[in-house]
């Protein structure tokens, strides 16, 4: 299994990655440029239609977006502990924050639900990812604004952002019951699906930038707190809620990916050690086989 997860999952990742780095090393792109077409037209494209077209799921549903986003909730305060406790400046507090809060739950952690659990938990991942998604975007926004300014400033930030516009959109046609005519759904889904890979060579582009972790203590206490702690705090609610099953197998296996590659898209646009937030990328995703295959042994 730990085999497979390497072959199909992470392999990928890196071959992606690696295309953005050999870029960045050969043509000299700017990463920055990039970065902007991510954050203001790719991602907005995929939250929309992702809440546009994911089915809801009953009774499950509720529960799961709740675990969600009280985990994050949960990540934040123990990051926020951690980041006082070592004595950390401000922005590399921030980066702690996106590095331990925010999970790699799509293009690495639903294929991993599927490979582990099947169908069913594939189901139930999805809402946890949607909900997932739309706070990460949100108070990953919020985070990373709040590095060089107050909260009022981030906030007014915030709300100014397409990806935020897009999640209230979304909200609000389905609620109405609109369908978007298809003209206009159709180059939405082609943007979406361009958000995940443009993400990824985004995020070797950054390696190049950033090379090894010259902060490697650091890095490896972040990335444990997101690899170990993150898994737990989701059990944890999980059991608060009363989820169980496929339901949880779903919740607590997305909490234990590593560091979402969103989180350098964020480092990167607001400027929050971007390097440090890469390298925990890097680690967290180099170390993930070591601690899901047991996770998803204790889970069977």
Same mark, same amino acid.
């Given at each position: 299994m730990l085999l497979e997860i390497?072959?199909?999952?992470i392999v990928p990742v890196f071959l992606i990655a690696g295309a953005g780095l050999a870029l960045a090393r050969g043509v000299g792109t700017q990463v920055q440029a990039l970065t902007h077409v991510v954050f203001y037209i790719l991602i907005p494209a995929?939250?929309?239609?992702?809440?546009?077209?994911?089915?809801?799921?009953? $009774?499950?549903?509720?529960?799961?977006?709740?675990?969600?986003?009280l985990a994050m909730v949960s990540m934040v305060v123990i990051g926020a502990a951690l980041g006082a406790g070592l004595r950390l400046s401000r @922005?590399?507090?921030?980066?702690?924050?996106? @590095?331990?809060?925010?999970?790699n739950t799509g293009n690495y952690g639903l294929p991993v639900v599927h490979l582990a659990f099947g169908d069913a938990a594939l189901a139930r991942a999805t809402v946890f990812f949607v909900a997932n998604s739309v706070l990460t975007y949100a108070l990953g926004t919020l985070i990373a604004a709040g590095a060089r300014g107050g909260t009022l400033e981030a906030w007014q930030r915030l709300w100014r952002l397409p990806t935020v516009q $897009?999640?209230?959109?979304a909200l609000a046609l389905r609620a109405l019951g609109v369908t978007v005519p298809e003209p206009v759904m159709h180059p939405v889904s082609l943007l979406s699906d361009a958000a995940l890979p443009t993400m990824i060579l985004v995020l070797g582009m950054q390696l190049y930038a950033a090379g090894w972790p010259t902060r490697l203590p650091l890095v490896i206490a972040a990335v444990a707190v997101s690899l170990v702690i993150s898994p737990l705090v989701a059990y944890g609610w999980c059991l608060v809620f009363g989820i169980d099953g496929p339901s949880r197998q779903a919740a607590v296996l997305l909490s234990s990916m590593p560091v979402a590659?969103?989180?350098? @898209?964020?480092?990167?646009?607001?400027?929050?050690?971007p390097a440090l937030v890469t390298s925990a990328?890097?680690?967290?995703?180099?170390?993930?086989?070591l601690t899901l295959t047991p996770l998803i042994a204790w889970l069977r």
């Amino acid at each position: 299994m730990l085999l497979e997860i390497f072959l199909h999952d992470i392999v990928p990742v890196f071959l992606i990655a690696g295309a953005g780095l050999a870029l960045a090393r050969g043509v000299g792109t700017q990463v920055q440029a990039l970065t902007h077409v991510v954050f203001y037209i790719l991602i907005p494209a995929l939250v929309f239609e992702m809440l546009m077209t994911t089915p809801s799921l009953g $009774a499950d549903a509720p529960g799961l977006a709740a675990v969600a986003g009280l985990a994050m909730v949960s990540m934040v305060v123990i990051g926020a502990a951690l980041g006082a406790g070592l004595r950390l400046s401000r @922005i590399d507090t921030r980066a702690l924050l996106l @590095i331990v809060t925010f999970s790699n739950t799509g293009n690495y952690g639903l294929p991993v639900v599927h490979l582990a659990f099947g169908d069913a938990a594939l189901a139930r991942a999805t809402v946890f990812f949607v909900a997932n998604s739309v706070l990460t975007y949100a108070l990953g926004t919020l985070i990373a604004a709040g590095a060089r300014g107050g909260t009022l400033e981030a906030w007014q930030r915030l709300w100014r952002l397409p990806t935020v516009q $897009a999640v209230v959109l979304a909200l609000a046609l389905r609620a109405l019951g609109v369908t978007v005519p298809e003209p206009v759904m159709h180059p939405v889904s082609l943007l979406s699906d361009a958000a995940l890979p443009t993400m990824i060579l985004v995020l070797g582009m950054q390696l190049y930038a950033a090379g090894w972790p010259t902060r490697l203590p650091l890095v490896i206490a972040a990335v444990a707190v997101s690899l170990v702690i993150s898994p737990l705090v989701a059990y944890g609610w999980c059991l608060v809620f009363g989820i169980d099953g496929p339901s949880r197998q779903a919740a607590v296996l997305l909490s234990s990916m590593p560091v979402a590659v969103t989180t350098t @898209i964020l480092a990167v646009e607001f400027d929050v050690s971007p390097a440090l937030v890469t390298s925990a990328v890097l680690v967290s995703t180099v170390l993930s086989p070591l601690t899901l295959t047991p996770l998803i042994a204790w889970l069977r």
